[in-house]
């Protein structure tokens, strides 16, 4: 009977992270059609004011209804919680938090970094369907009522936003292209669906829209101005601020043809099929009942409270575990908790005692008495519910209770009995971080942190990757608040052999640079150290705190350390050959300026083979990313040497946005089942610029037109070039990007089981009588190494180029050897049998295959078009704008030499109805 009492509980508990586990880095729920436990933070350096908590839940209130419209009454904001900032005054409405933090919140209000402008965005990593990561709002968009011509209402704009985010679909404008040939070499506005009508504009008396000679296209002076009123409802994701607008365009009203990022990365699907297909809305039946208003509650974060909980048991006395343990606790309380928090340390084996109460850390007093509290000898059996409940009780220390608050709980060894404690867990609402020691960590640990939001970390015995050092220094203050940080600048080991040198370099830029620390560890005796500043001064072992027992030696830099490139040498003066290993740590050098962070991690937490992950890294100062770096991840499995991949933002799959600042790869280089542990390294160099985020962002529009009249709204504000595109130089950074485990693994030599990457940025031109292709190269395995051979298709219909590529033309490529993944490839060729003349349009598609006949899926479709414009093709006057959709019959004529005799039948026309003009679709020849 107790056997099967508890196999029910646990079915119980199982289900129970069924329902709750959260589908993205959020803790979101859709439930019966309702979103629940979607959170707003506001950034703890915005300006106190009530007038955008009132912004907040006026905004969330329209959304809801805007949302359970544009969904077809399949969805609905139920439950919305705002995250108000320690640094803002307490009131008796707000309540504590639970498990929702600034760095998990799904939209985030902060000032923009060197104030590149309103612009809302969501930043995605992934591909079609995947979720995002966080919706950015600034202040002023909430605040400043001005916006709302230019963006639409902030209710529309917010679910605009939130399909980004959730559903993964993408915007059907494109500002670099906000214009193309149709397919009968008409000009379209880059939009969706083609149904919208519109003008072209140009602001100023004096302003022309010239057709660009290289395109055949509308110059950047001109603008497609929509009319206010529409007859068509869709679509969201072009422009939501239309009042017509209700509705995601479907696969009736999609605009396949456009040049837009939703066509590039969802394989020219419309974005109702995608949002349709995701797992919110798959089985989700229409509501017969208009939803009530969605309840929006006030949180406010307290004072960070965490409780290191930590295994003593017998297996932690080997491979110098417990040793390591305490290195890398006195890291972490000595260098990574932020001031004005609270500590405590619970021990534990087969049972758990508190070896420390909370303790304010306020002084280095305070945090040199909680590293002297730091376990150093091991025995006993393993029971890990005995340590999570210890840790509960310590935690309740401050405040009571344990919501919001923090264990980190690390763990060499395997106890059956983790889920006897889940229902607590659950009903804690702490935040427990878990860190995996060793091979035999129990598997089912990081379940703790996956049902409390928590950070997953995994270690192994390596003494060379700095693994357990690295994991404690990724488990930072979730408030949003950088300048309280520490940030990781350099961490490296490696075994030297005896008389032999362990060498670097670490570039300390000018965003950090107080509170640094240069940690040394050694693994048999202390090896001679240099560490010498950018001026020249060298620290060595007598300038250093040494600790022969524990095997570190610890240095502070006084003040702000020196801007430029630190040189470390270690020379291993023992007699036989031994790991030692750095790490150095700073904090920003001002509060006013952010620090550039990196944040890494895999595009899921787990795998079964042969399906690939993805590595992310996000480098970044503030909001704006930082390009052109060289990162480098390192994946170290349980068994085996690591694996070293360059990343890139190149646009090319996996990347889904050049110069973004997020870095990407593909990785398929597994070494067995089990966990892997992520760390990314990040250098600067002298290249190495901020950006602006161009992609996933809401359109600023120029204007409409409104009964016949053109209305500009104001001027986009500028971006000063000063404030973007800004050299950082050169900076280190290193980060810890937890842990994921793979199944699935065959033994022996893994099969070929993976295909070349997909091409997703293919370009095509026509010049004179030749065609010119270009594309980045994808691999063999994805986006690693030589694909064989590529496949290029040709149609004259783009739709059926998709959906018959296999019997579309087929091009001569027998010639190229394709390049190495991630080069620029350029093949130009001719076709007999086309006559290439102005208005020849061809669309081109491919595809690579490797040695084992893996095939790639098929790359985005390009265009090549022979037009030869006419300049130009608007008048000054805006109020005279000449509607697109103008006859090309009518242009023949007026090249024909009939020029005068159109101005007389126009202006004719045009006195005769007073300037009421006819609304047409904007095409034109």
Excluded at 472 to 479: D, E, L, T, W, Y
């Amino acid at each position: 009977m107790r056997c099967t009492m508890l196999l029910v509980m646990h079915l119980f508990v199982l289900l129970a992270l069924y329902l709750f586990h959260p589908v993205s880095s959020s803790n979101v729920v859709f439930r019966n059609n309702g979103y629940e436990n979607v959170v707003i933070a506001i950034h703890p350096e915005v300006t106190e004011s009530d007038d955008i908590i009132t912004k907040i839940q006026a905004m969330i209130i329209d959304s809801s209804s805007y949302l359970f419209k544009a969904t077809r009454q399949r969805a609905y904001f139920r439950d919305v919680k705002i995250l108000i900032p320690l640094t803002w005054i307490n009131k008796p409405a707000y309540q504590r938090p639970k498990r929702e933090t600034f760095d998990n919140a799904d939209v985030v209000i902060a000032e923009p970094y060197r104030k590149y402008g309103d612009d809302p965005y969501t930043l995605q990593y992934g591909g079609c369907g995947e979720t995002g990561r966080y919706i950015h709002l600034t202040p002023n968009f909430l605040l400043n009522d001005t916006l709302l011509n230019a963006y639409g209402p902030r209710g529309n704009l917010l679910v605009h936003e939130w399909a980004h985010l959730r559903w993964g679909v993408f915007d059907e404008y494109n500002a670099d292209r906000p214009f193309y040939r149709s397919g009968t070499g008409d000009i379209e506005a880059t939009r969706c669906s083609t149904d919208l009508k519109g003008v072209l504009a140009c602001r100023g008396t004096s302003c022309i829209c010239n057709t660009d000679i290289a395109t055949g296209l509308p110059d950047e002076e001109c603008v497609f101005l929509p009319d206010k009123t529409q007859s068509t409802p869709s679509s969201v994701m072009y422009l939501q601020g239309l009042p017509s607008v209700v509705d995601f365009c479907d696969n009736k009203t999609h605009n396949s043809e456009a040049p837009n990022l939703q066509n590039r990365m969802c394989n020219y699907r419309s974005t109702w099929e995608v949002i349709i297909s995701s797992k919110d809305l798959n089985d989700t039946a229409p509501m017969t009942s208009v939803p009530l208003p969605p309840v929006v509650t006030l949180l406010q974060a307290g004072d960070r409270v965490v409780c290191l909980v930590l295994d003593v048991s017998g297996s932690m006395g080997g491979y110098n575990r417990i040793q390591r343990l305490k290195q890398a606790g006195e890291v972490f309380l000595l260098q990574i908790i932020e001031t004005g928090s609270y500590a405590g340390i619970v021990a534990f084996e087969s049972s758990a005692s508190i070896r420390k109460n909370l303790l304010l850390i306020d002084s280095d007093t305070s945090r040199n008495n909680l590293v002297a509290a730091l376990p150093t000898s091991a025995g006993g059996g393993t029971n890990i519910c005995r340590g999570v409940l210890k840790g509960f009780e310590v935690l309740k220390q401050v405040a009571g209770g344990t919501s919001g608050k923090e264990i980190v709980l690390l763990t060499d060894g395997e106890d059956g009995g983790i889920p006897n404690c889940f229902p607590q867990v659950q009903n804690s609402s702490s935040i427990i971080h878990t860190i995996s020691l060793g091979p035999n960590a129990d598997k089912e640990l990081e379940q703790l942190a996956d049902m409390t939001g928590g950070l997953k970390y995994y270690a192994t015995d390596n003494l060379d990757s700095n693994g357990l050092i690295d994991a404690f220094s990724g488990i930072s203050s979730s408030n949003g608040n950088l300048s309280q940080q520490s940030i990781q600048l350099e961490s490296n080991g490696l075994a030297v052999n005896t008389k032999e040198w362990l060498n670097g370099t670490v570039s300390i830029d000018k965003s950090v640079g107080k509170d640094t620390f240069f940690v040394i560890t050694w693994q048999s005796s202390e090896p001679d150290i240099y560490v010498q500043t950018p001026s020249g001064t060298m620290y060595t072992m007598k300038d250093f705190k040494k600790d022969a027992t524990l095997k570190t030696a610890r240095l502070q830099i006084p003040g702000t350390a020196e801007t430029g490139d630190w040189i470390y040498s270690f020379y291993n003066k023992h007699s036989s050959r031994q790991t030692l290993g750095i790490t150095v740590t700073s904090r920003a050098a001002d509060n006013n300026i952010p620090p550039i962070t990196v944040n890494a991690h895999m595009n899921a937490d787990t795998s079964y083979f042969p399906a690939p992950m993805v590595v992310y890294a996000e480098v970044s100062q503030g909001f704006l990313p930082v390009i052109k770096a060289t990162v480098i991840a390192t994946i170290e499995p349980e068994s085996g040497k690591p694996v070293s991949l360059e990343l890139f933002d190149n646009g090319a799959d996996p990347d889904i946005a050049k110069n973004d600042g997020v870095y990407s790869r593909y990785f398929t280089s597994f070494n067995g089942n089990g966990r892997y542990s992520l760390k990314v390294r990040v250098q600067g160099k002298k290249t190495t610029r901020l950006a602006n985020r161009r992609q996933n962002r809401a359109a600023y529009i120029p204007g409409y037109v409104d009964n016949g009249e053109i209305q500009f709204n104001p001027s986009k504000p500028p971006v000063d070039d000063d404030d973007l595109n800004v050299d950082v130089g050169s900076f280190s950074r290193t980060s810890s990007g937890g842990t994921f485990s793979v199944t699935g693994v065959p033994p022996g030599p893994l099969p070929d089981n993976f295909p070349p990457s997909k091409i997703i940025d293919l370009e095509a031109e026509i010049k004179e009588d030749t065609f010119i292709l270009t594309w980045t190269s994808p691999g063999n395995d994805y986006d690693l190494g030589n694909a064989s051979d590529y496949e290029i298709r040709m149609n004259k219909n783009p739709l059926t180029l998709r959906n018959d590529f296999n019997n579309s033309e087929q091009i001569n490529t027998s010639h190229i050897i394709p390049l190495p993944a991630g080069s620029q490839e350029v093949f130009s060729f001719q076709l007999e049998n086309v006559v290439i003349e102005n208005g020849t349009i061809l669309y081109f598609a491919a595809r690579a295959s490797d040695e084992a006949a893996n095939k790639a899926d098929i790359s985005n479709i390009a265009q090549a078009a022979m037009i030869i414009p006419s300049d130009p093709i608007i008048p000054s006057d805006p109020v005279e704008e000449i509607r697109i959709g103008v006859n090309i019959a009518v242009l023949v004529a007026i090249v024909a030499g009939s020029l005068i005799l159109v101005l007389i039948i126009v202006s004719a026309i045009v006195c005769g109805i007073n300037s009421k003009r006819k609304r047409t679709s904007p095409q034109a020849a």
